[in-house]
């Protein structure tokens, strides 16, 4: 069994930051791409950023120069740094990630269970 773990959401105000994590685990032969979506009450789900194993990045334009995707390949991780947050940021945060377990042997889209992001005076 393939898990990815998501953890780092909260309320804050507008200008604050958080750093959202996520963490696969189980039994892994390879990760392609890992990244995050978010949809708030209402509105469709929206890409917020991808990064490959090879660090290539893309971002949506309304958080592009605010967030900042990464990932640690050791250890399986991504993380999404966002700074000066703003009340349209609000929304439900998803991990993803293509991945390739050792059992199933081909390639298949994980997701975690989704974490609140809040941002409000």
């Not at 892994?28 to 090879?54: D, H, N």
């Not at 900042?68 to 439900?92: E, H, W």
């Amino acid at each position: 069994q393939v898990q990815l773990v998501e953890s780092g959401g909260g309320l804050v105000q507008p200008g604050g930051s958080l750093r959202l994590s996520c963490v696969a685990s189980g039994s892994i032969f390879s990760i392609y791409a890992m990244g995050w979506y978010r949809q708030a009450p209402g509105k469709q789900r929206e890409l917020v950023a991808t990064i490959t194993t090879g660090g290539s990045t893309v971002y949506a334009d309304s958080v592009k120069g605010r967030f900042t995707i990464s990932r640690d390949n050791a250890k399986n991780t991504v993380y999404l740094q966002m700074n000066s947050l703003k009340p349209g940021d609000t929304a439900v945060y998803s991990c993803f990630a293509e991945i390739t377990p050792r059992v199933l042997g081909v390639p298949t889209d994980y997701w975690g269970q989704g974490t609140q992001v809040t941002v409000s005076s």
